[in-house]
C-alpha cells in the first residue's frame, strides 16, 4: 500500500509542479495571408515548441493599415498586442508615438539577451534605428525593388533571355524590340512610388527629401522634383506614350499581370519571388533595378520595403521577456537563413546572408541573390532609405500625380512640382501633429 | 390601355426585354466566369458559354481553396456570419422598434416629445457619418470581432419605429378599451392583440431588414479584421485585395453568386410583402 | 389618420422599460459617438491619441482650404447627378412600359426588382469584373470597337464605371415606386384626355407626369441620398477612389482619412460636414415630401 501511495503522491507532485508554471501568452498581429501567413504560423509554432514559457500568438488583423488602425484603437482601449507588424511606411508615426512603443533594444535589454544591432543588414536595420543609434523596431520581412523579365518573351523578341537590361536605356531599347514583336505590354511597374521615385533616389544617390530623406528630424521636406527625377518621370511618360511602358494600376496591382504572362518586365518588390516561382508559366530572370550610366555614384543600394516588429508599450516585464525571447529566436542564423529562402525576403542578419550563402541556395536559385547585393553595400547619408511621416498619404499623393502624367493631363515636371507641394503639406501637418 | 395600339405595345415588350437583359447581363457573365478555369478567364476575351468547372470551383469557394495570396476564407463560413448578423439585425430591430412605437403611442408620460424627437435625429446619423467615433467606442467595448460588434450599432432603426407608429395609430381605440375593459394590461394587449394585427408590417420590415443587414458593407469592413467574422460581402472584397497572386476570378464569381442567392430568394419569394415593405417603411 | 390616441395607458415605469432597448442602443452607439465626432473635429491629436490638443476650427479651415476636399465635394456631386438622372429616367421608362402591357406585367416585375438584394459591394465587384481592361468581357468589345477603355488612368471611365453600377442597383426600387404611382393614377383621367383626342406621348406629358411629381420628388431626394452615402460599397470595390481622385466620394474621403491615413481630427471634421449634409437632405425630405399620395 505504502509504496503505491507514496508514487501516486510523487506523480501528482510533480504533476502539479509542471502544470504550475502559467505559460505567459504574447499576442502578435501581423498582416500576413496566404503562404506568408503559413510562415507566420509556422514560426509561432517552432518557437512554442522550443521553449515551455512563453507561447506566441499570432492573429491575422487584415492589411497593413487594417491591422494599423485596429491596434491604435486596442490602445487607446488599453488591450493592444505586444507585437504590432508595422509597414516600413508607418514607421515614422510608431516612432513619433514614443509613449506607445517600446524600443526594441530596450526589450533586449530587459529580457536579458545579447543583442548586437550591428549583426544585422545595415541597409536593413539602419531603417529601424533611431538617430541615437537604438534599434527601435524588429526588421522582420524586407523586400526592395528588383527587376523581374519574362525570358521566353525576350527570345520570342529576338533578345538574348541571358542579358538582363542594366540601364534605363538598355531597357528602352529592349521595350522597343518587345513591341516591335508585337508584344503588348513590355514593361509595367509596381508600387510605382516606390520603385519610381524613393528607391530611385537612393541607387542613384539623390536626395528624395531634405534632412537625409527624413532621418534627421521632423522638419524634413520633399526634393524629388530636381532634374534628375523630372528626367526620369519625362522618360516614363515617353514610353507611355509609344506604348513601351503601360500603366496598370497602383500598388502591387501590376505584378498580376507580369505573373500572368501579359506584362513582359516589371519593377517590383522582390517579394514577388516566391509567388512568381510557384506560378508563373514562363521562364523568369531577376536583376537589379535599372539605373542611369551618366549619374556619378549609381548605382548606390536601393531601399527597403516590407513591414517590421514593434512592441507595444505598458506590458509586464514577464511578457517583454517573452518578446526578447521570440526576436532572439528569429534572429537565430538557421532561423533567418530558412526565412528568407522560404519567402524571398531579404535576410535579416549577415550571418543568415552567409549560412545561405554557404548553403549553394543562391547557385541553385539564379537571382535570388540580387535582392540581397543592393542591399548589402554600405549605405550613404543619401540613401539609408525614406523614412517620413505621413508617408502613406505622400504616397497616395504621388500616385495621383504620375497617373495624370501618364495620362498625358500634365507634364512630367508639373505632376512632380504638384506631389513636392501637396506632399509637404503633409509632412508640415504631421510635425505639428506630433510636436503637441 | 386606353385605346388599342399595337406598335406600342410591341416597342413597350422590347424595351422592357432590353431593360431585363440589361439588368441581368452581368449576372450571366457572372455565372459563366464561375464555371470556368482561372487560366480561361485570363485568356481575354472570356467565353461567353459555361465551362465545365462549376463543381470545382462551387467546392473551392465554400471550403476555401489554399494558396491564393487573397482572403480564402472558406465562403460556408462567411455565409454563417452573415446569415446570423442579417438575422439578428432584421429581428432585433423589428423587435426594438415594435416596443418603442408601443410605447410612444399607447402611454402618456413625460419626456415622451423628447423620445420621439431623439429617434427622430438618428434618421440624420446614417453610420457612414460617424464611421470613426463609433468604432472607437465598439473597440472600447471590446466589440471588435464580434457578433455584437457587427449587429447592435445597427439595431436601432427610426425608420422601423415610425412605421409601427403608424401603423399603431390606425388600430382603433375601441380595441383596446375592450381590451382594458377585460382586465387586460397594456403587455397582455400588446400580445395579444397588437402583434397578430401587425403581421403583415412585420414581414415587410423583415425582408427589407434581412436584405439590409446581409449586405452591409462599411461597418463590417471597419469592425470585422479576422477570417473568422467576414461575412460574405466583405469577404469577396478582400478576394480582390489579395496580394500578389493574380486574382482568382473563377472563384470570386462563384462567391458572388453564391452571396447574392439568400437576399435574392427573398426578394422573389416573398415579393408582395417586400414591395408592401419598401412602399410603407419610406412614408 | 388620429396623431394621437384617445385613450391611453398609465404607467409610470413601463414605457421607460419598453424604450430602454432602443434607447440605450441611440445613446451609447449614435449620440455618443455623434458627440465624439464633434469634440475630436475641433482636436488635432497624434495617431495614438498620446497628445491632444484643442485647434478650434482649425481642422475645418483647413478642410475649406484643401483643393482635394473642394474636388471630391464636386465629384460626389457629380456622381449623384448621375446616378440620379440615369437611376430615375431608366427606371421611369421601364415604369411607363410595364404600365402599359398587360400581360406578362408580374414576370416582368419580378425580373426587374430582384438587383436591389444585390449589396452595392457585389454590384461594383460585378461591374469591375465586365469592365476589368485585362480580362473584361465588355472592356474586350470595347476594345475592339476602337475605344481604349482604361478606368485605371481615365477618371471619365472610372467615373462612368461606377456610375453604372450604382444606376444598376437602384433600377430596381426606383422602378417599384414609379409602377406603384403610375398604378395610382385615376384611369378615369387618362381617358377624358384620350376621349379629347391627345395621344399617348401628349398624355404622358400633361397629365401622368405632373402626377407622379410627388413620386419623382421622393425618389430625387432617395436617390441623392444613396449616391452620397450607400456608394462606398461600389467606390471601394471597384476604384478605390481613383484614378488620381476623380471617383473619391466624400464619405470614401472619410473612411481614408480616419481609417488610412489616421488622422483622426481631420476626419472628424468631415463627419460633421456630412452630418450637415444629410440633415438638409432629411429636412428637404419631410418638409416638402410629407404630404404624398397615398399609395
Not at chain 1, 115 to 132: I, K
Amino acid at each position: 500500500m505504502k509504496p503505491r501511495i507514496l508514487t501516486s503522491l510523487a506523480a501528482a507532485l510533480l504533476f502539479a509542479a509542471s502544470g504550475a508554471r502559467a505559460q505567459t501568452e504574447i499576442q502578435w498581429w501581423h498582416s500576413m495571408s496566404g503562404p506568408l501567413g503559413d510562415w507566420v504560423n509556422d514560426l509561432a509554432k517552432d518557437f512554442n515548441a522550443s521553449q515551455k514559457d512563453y507561447r506566441i500568438v499570432p492573429t491575422y488583423k487584415g492589411t497593413y493599415d487594417e491591422s494599423m488602425a485596429g491596434a491604435v484603437a486596442a490602445f487607446r482601449a488599453g488591450n493592444a498586442p505586444h507585437l504590432l507588424q508595422v509597414f516600413e511606411v508607418g514607421t515614422a508615426t510608431m516612432m513619433a508615438s514614443k509613449g506607445a512603443v517600446m524600443p526594441v533594444g530596450e526589450v533586449m535589454k530587459l529580457g536579458g539577451v545579447k543583442f548586437e544591432p550591428a549583426a544585422y543588414v545595415p541597409a536593413v536595420a539602419g531603417y529601424y534605428t533611431a538617430p541615437s543609434g537604438q534599434m527601435l523596431s524588429f526588421p522582420f520581412n524586407s523586400s526592395t525593388t528588383v527587376l523581374f523579365y519574362n525570358k521566353d518573351a525576350f527570345k520570342a523578341a529576338g533578345l538574348d533571355p541571358a542579358k538582363a537590361p542594366r540601364t534605363w536605356a538598355e531597357l528602352v531599347a529592349a521595350a522597343a524590340k518587345l513591341k516591335a514583336s508585337g508584344h503588348k505590354c513590355p514593361y509595367t511597374t509596381s508600387w510605382q512610388g516606390w520603385t519610381q521615385l524613393e528607391s530611385f533616389s537612393t541607387w542613384h544617390n539623390v536626395e528624395y527629401a531634405t534632412k537625409n530623406n527624413g532621418f534627421g528630424g521632423p522638419d524634413a521636406r520633399l526634393t524629388f522634383n530636381g532634374p534628375l527625377h523630372v528626367r526620369h518621370i519625362e522618360d516614363l511618360a515617353n514610353m507611355a506614350r509609344q506604348g513601351l511602358f503601360v500603366y496598370k494600376g497602383r500598388g502591387n496591382a501590376p505584378d498580376a499581370p507580369f505573373v500572368s504572362g501579359e506584362c513582359a518586365m516589371v519593377t517590383t518588390s522582390s517579394s514577388v519571388y516566391g509567388n512568381l516561382k510557384r506560378s508563373a508559366g514562363f521562364a523568369f530572370g531577376i536583376s537589379p533595378l535599372p539605373y542611369y550610366q551618366d549619374v556619378p555614384g549609381a548605382p548606390q543600394n536601393t531601399i527597403i520595403g516590407g513591414a517590421s516588429l514593434w512592441v507595444m508599450a505598458g506590458k509586464k516585464p514577464t511578457e517583454y521577456k517573452g518578446v526578447a525571447q521570440f526576436l532572439a529566436y528569429l534572429s537565430r542564423p538557421e532561423v533567418a537563413a530558412a526565412s528568407h529562402q522560404r519567402t524571398g525576403y531579404l535576410p535579416v542578419t549577415r550571418a543568415a546572408y552567409e549560412l545561405t550563402d554557404k548553403s549553394g541556395f543562391y547557385k541553385n536559385n539564379p537571382g535570388t541573390d540580387v535582392a540581397v547585393e543592393q542591399m548589402i553595400r554600405k549605405t550613404t547619408d543619401k540613401s539609408r532609405g525614406v523614412r517620413l511621416g505621413n508617408m502613406l498619404q505622400i504616397r497616395t499623393i504621388v500616385d495621383e500625380e504620375l497617373e495624370q502624367v501618364w495620362a498625358g493631363k500634365k507634364s512630367a515636371k508639373e505632376g512632380l512640382d504638384a506631389a513636392v507641394k501637396r506632399g509637404d503639406e503633409q509632412l508640415e501637418r504631421f510635425q505639428r501633429a506630433t510636436k503637441s | 390601355m386606353v385605346e388599342r395600339r399595337p406598335a406600342l405595345t410591341v416597342l413597350s415588350h422590347v424595351v422592357l426585354m432590353l431593360g431585363v437583359l440589361v439588368v441581368a447581363f452581368p449576372l450571366y457573365v457572372a455565372f459563366v466566369a464561375s464555371t470556368q478555369t482561372s487560366h480561361e478567364i485570363q485568356q481575354a476575351p472570356m467565353s461567353l458559354l459555361p465551362g465545365s468547372h462549376a463543381l470545382v470551383n462551387y467546392r473551392d469557394a465554400l471550403l476555401g481553396s489554399a494558396g491564393s495570396a487573397g482572403s480564402n476564407a472558406p465562403v460556408a463560413r462567411m455565409m454563417w456570419v452573415s446569415l446570423v448578423s442579417a438575422l439578428i439585425i432584421a429581428l432585433g430591430k423589428i423587435a426594438i422598434s415594435l416596443l418603442s412605437a408601443f410605447a410612444i403611442v399607447y402611454f402618456r408620460f413625460p419626456g415622451r416629445g423628447l423620445v420621439f424627437w431623439s429617434i427622430f435625429v438618428t434618421l440624420m446619423l446614417p453610420v457612414e457619418v460617424r464611421i470613426g467615433p463609433t468604432y472607437q467606442v465598439v473597440a472600447d467595448l471590446k466589440m471588435l470581432n464580434s457578433y455584437a460588434g457587427l449587429t447592435v450599432p445597427l439595431i436601432a432603426s427610426a425608420t422601423a419605429t415610425f412605421l409601427f407608429r403608424q401603423f399603431f395609430l390606425t388600430v382603433p381605440d375601441e380595441l383596446m378599451e375592450a381590451a382594458r375593459i377585460d382586465g387586460a394590461g397594456p403587455l397582455r394587449f400588446l400580445r395579444d392583440h397588437l402583434l397578430p394585427l401587425s403581421k403583415t408590417s412585420m414581414a415587410a420590415l423583415f425582408v427589407i431588414q434581412f436584405i439590409y443587414g446581409w449586405n452591409q458593407y462599411l461597418w463590417p469592413l471597419l469592425v470585422t479584421t479576422e477570417e473568422p467574422m467576414y461575412p460574405v460581402v466583405i469577404g469577396i472584397k478582400r478576394m480582390i485585395a489579395g496580394g500578389e497572386a493574380a486574382v482568382d476570378w473563377n472563384i470570386v464569381m462563384a462567391t458572388a453568386l453564391l452571396a447574392m442567392i439568400p437576399p435574392a430568394l427573398v426578394v422573389v419569394l416573398m415579393q408582395r410583402w417586400f414591395v408592401k415593405g419598401l412602399v410603407d417603411s419610406e412614408k | 389618420m388620429a396623431q394621437e390616441k384617445r385613450v391611453s395607458y398609465r404607467s409610470r415605469w413601463l414605457p421607460w422599460l419598453l424604450l430602454a432597448p432602443q434607447g440605450l442602443v441611440i445613446a451609447v452607439f449614435f449620440f455618443w459617438p455623434a458627440g465624439q465626432a464633434l469634440m475630436q473635429a475641433l482636436q488635432r491629436q497624434d495617431a495614438f491619441g498620446l497628445g491632444t490638443e484643442w485647434v478650434g476650427l482649425e481642422n475645418f479651415q483647413a478642410l475649406w482650404n484643401d483643393p482635394s476636399y473642394l474636388a471630391s465635394f464636386r465629384t460626389t456631386a457629380l456622381f449623384s447627378v448621375l446616378v440620379a438622372t440615369f437611376g430615375l429616367g431608366l427606371a421611369l421608362l421601364l415604369a411607363v412600359m410595364a404600365n402599359r402591357v398587360l400581360r406578362g406585367a408580374t414576370v416582368y416585375k419580378t425580373l426587374l426588382i430582384w438587383p436591389y438584394a444585390v449589396a452595392p459591394a457585389i454590384a461594383g465587384v460585378l461591374w469591375l469584373f465586365l469592365f476589368a481592361p485585362a480580362v473584361g468581357v465588355v472592356a474586350h468589345q470595347l476594345q475592339a470597337w476602337g475605344l481604349p477603355w482604361n478606368h485605371l488612368l481615365r477618371g471619365d471611365h472610372a467615373m462612368a464605371l461606377v456610375v453604372m453600377a450604382a444606376v444598376w442597383k437602384q433600377i430596381s426600387y426606383n422602378f417599384l415606386f414609379f409602377l406603384a404611382g403610375l398604378q395610382s393614377i385615376p384611369k378615369s383621367l387618362i381617358e377624358a384626355a384620350a376621349i379629347d383626342g391627345a395621344g399617348p406621348w401628349k398624355r404622358f406629358w400633361t397629365i401622368t407626369f405632373p402626377l407622379l411629381s410627388p413620386t419623382s420628388f421622393f425618389l430625387l431626394v432617395i436617390n441623392i441620398v444613396y449616391a452620397f452615402f450607400d456608394t462606398f460599397g461600389i467606390i471601394d470595390a471597384a476604384t478605390q477612389g481613383g484614378p488620381g481622385q476623380e471617383t473619391a466620394v466624400l464619405v470614401y474621403k472619410v473612411y481614408y482619412d480616419g481609417f488610412k491615413a489616421l488622422d483622426l481630427g481631420g476626419s472628424a471634421a468631415q463627419s460633421v460636414v456630412l452630418m450637415t449634409v444629410v440633415i438638409v437632405l432629411t429636412v428637404l425630405q419631410f418638409r416638402f415630401v410629407e404630404r404624398r399620395v397615398n399609395y
